[in-house]
């Protein structure tokens, strides 16, 4: 049985030792076809879904008719609440609860023109791409080394920064939800002082400092620590007891009336029928019926937060934990 480990014991057993650009003829003005129906497409998606996205496009007969640009969520989302419907892209995929508050505020997504068959209820203008979950890491050969049982660590910590990464909230919602805000917001506080000069802004870097050995602990997305464990590196995972919780980020397109690109409907139905399974080799997440994944990316103790997940409870969140 997958060990377990509370996260309110990562707050405590640290603190004990931590601290240590001339007109042109009419006929030539027009762009050609493909040009004029591209759709723009926004994402805060990493590489790997970047590149799913696109091998099912091509592969779909949508080749030559999209362009995909990177933002991060944050940014995104901020482009998206500042220019609504005036925004240049005509499909986004971001994290789920931008795309609830967003909705909610301005209704600024299109029903969309198809039902996902997903297992878990979902808006009908955004269709779930990937989801996220969190848990644990540890470095077995740091533990070992400086004689570290567990799961009482006494070494190295690394946890990702609430105010610059949505994987940190994974961890908030976990201890927030078990011990309620105010005993939650103080393990977090002790969580963050502890990891110290080892807070990060990047959901993925304490995962690279594990591997690296330069922590002995850390918090991030349950994949990549169960895909480096397969590989051979010194690295477990550890489903904590207050529950693994999840995000999803999910594709919509926006709606501009008579102006929405005639295509941007069906990019996203092209990304959902089309680029889940490579999706699910690098977020294996199962979010629609029939998808199955192996048993060491089934979390032990999946839970969902008891309030809807939105833009104004992740900044309450930012500030219960910052002390505000």
């Not at 879904?49 to 496009?57: F, R």
Request: neutral net charge; charged residues 20%; aromatic residues 6%.
């Amino acid at each position: 049985m997958k060990q377990m480990f509370t996260l309110a014991a990562a707050a405590a057993a640290v603190s004990l030792l931590a601290g240590c650009n001339g007109e042109k003829p009419a006929e030539q003005k027009a762009a050609p076809a493909a040009e004029a129906a591209a759709v723009i497409i926004y994402s805060n998606a990493d590489e790997e879904a970047q590149k799913a996205m696109k091998n099912a496009l091509d592969a779909n007969g949508m080749k030559g008719l999209y362009k995909i640009q990177g933002l991060g969520t944050s940014e995104l989302g901020g482009k998206l609440a500042a220019e609504g419907k005036n925004i240049e892209a005509d499909v986004v995929t971001t994290a789920s609860y931008y795309l609830d508050s967003l909705q909610k505020s301005q209704k600024l997504f299109q029903k969309l023109a198809f039902t996902p068959d997903t297992i878990n209820p979902t808006p009908d203008y955004y269709a779930p791409i990937l989801g996220n979950c969190g848990a644990l890491f540890i470095n077995t050969q740091v533990l070992a080394a400086d004689k570290l049982p567990r799961p009482i660590y006494a070494g190295h910590i690394s946890v990702p920064d609430i105010l610059g990464s949505s994987t940190s909230w994974l961890m908030t919602q976990a201890v927030i939800a078990d011990k309620g805000e105010a005993e939650g917001a103080k393990i977090l506080q002790a969580i963050e002082k502890n990891a110290g000069a080892h807070l990060t802004k990047s959901g993925s870097a304490p995962l690279k400092l594990i591997r690296a050995g330069e922590v002995a602990v850390g918090f991030g997305l349950r994949h990549q620590a169960v895909a480096d464990k397969a590989k051979g590196l010194p690295v477990d995972f550890i489903d904590p007891v207050e529950g693994n919780f999840m995000l999803t980020e999910a594709a919509a397109v926006v709606d501009k009336g008579d102006k929405t690109n005639p295509n941007a409907q069906k990019v996203v139905e092209v990304i959902i029928k089309n680029a889940r399974p490579e999706l699910l080799q690098y977020y294996p997440v199962a979010l629609y019926k029939g998808e199955t994944v192996s048993a060491e990316n089934k979390p032990a103790n999946p839970k969902q937060f008891p309030e809807a997940l939105t833009v104004e409870l992740l900044q309450k969140h930012q500030k219960l934990v910052k002390g505000e």
